[in-house]
Nanobody, 125 residues
């Protein structure tokens, strides 16, 4: 499956953005989908996950209560709604997909086989 992320931009502290990840070449209803982010000089870190059925959702502690992951199977699209943004949320955001069913939380980049190109999110203070 190929992934195309979009929706990033420049926003002030406290603002909101919605990222989209459109899939092609495969139905997201068959994939677990994740969002990761990577700030300059840092490792890629887990942000959020939604299972193929949508029945399991997980967030990194740093974004709980502020970010919401969702999906629309008919549009083959996964979203990341980001509210109350902080300067520390500044990073390149990536969507990822994998068809394997993991028992725990797939919060490692190694658990995903397909990646989008990334979209820059910058939060100014």
């Amino acid at each position: 499956v190929q992934l195309q992320a979009s929706g990033g931009g420049l926003v002030q502290t406290g603002g909101s953005l919605r990222l989209s990840c459109v899939a092609s070449g495969g139905a997201i209803s068959k994939y677990g989908m994740g969002w990761f982010r990577q700030a300059p000089g840092k490792e890629r870190e887990f942000v959020a996950y939604i299972s193929w059925s949508g029945g399991r959702i997980h967030y990194a502690d740093s974004v709980k209560g502020r970010f919401t992951i969702s999906k629309e199977n008919l549009k083959n699209t996964v979203y990341l709604q980001m509210n109350s943004l902080k300067p520390e949320d500044t990073a390149v955001y990536y969507c990822a997909a994998d068809s394997r069913n993991y028992v725990g939380v797939p919060d490692s980049p190694s658990k995903y086989s397909s990646w989008g190109q990334g979209t820059q999110v910058t939060v100014s203070s």
